[in-house]
């Protein structure tokens, strides 16, 4: 299984970037996918999940009306459109499948992508 996320990068307050992660190794279309971030200092913390056809969305509260998840599983990529950053929002973004292999549910993480938002 490997992941790979891109399209952090530096933002000032109010921008936009688009975050994707490319999955391969197991069948993207059968699990649902979550992108998590921390901050330095910080706990690691969920923002945003999609079940494996798209049908079933969650966010943060600290994201939600800002930030949409959305996957296509003919590429097998999940993104995260994130609008209306804040500095606040500055952090490593990381993507996550959690993956049935021989009945027992292992968490695969990307090496996540660096978001910062500043003036």
């Known amino acids: 299984v490997q992941l790979v996320e891109s399209g952090g990068g530096l933002v000032q307050p109010g921008g936009s970037l688009r975050l994707s992660c490319a999955a391969s190794?197991?069948?993207?279309?059968?699990?649902?996918m979550t992108w998590y971030r921390q901050a330095p200092g910080k706990e690691r913390e969920l923002v945003a999940s999609?079940?494996?056809?798209?049908?079933?969305?969650n966010y943060s509260d600290s994201v939600k009306g800002r930030f949409t998840i959305s996957r296509d599983n003919t590429k097998n990529t999940v993104y995260l459109q994130m609008n209306s950053l804040k500095p606040e929002d500055t952090a490593v973004y990381s993507c996550?499948?959690?993956?049935?292999?021989?009945?027992?549910?292992?968490?695969?993480w990307g090496q996540g992508t660096q978001v910062t938002v500043s003036s």
């Open positions: 190794g197991f069948t993207f279309s059968r699990y649902g």
């Open positions: 999609i079940s494996s056809t798209g049908a079933i969305i």
């Open positions: 996550r499948a959690r993956v049935l292999v021989t009945s027992t549910l292992y968490d695969y």
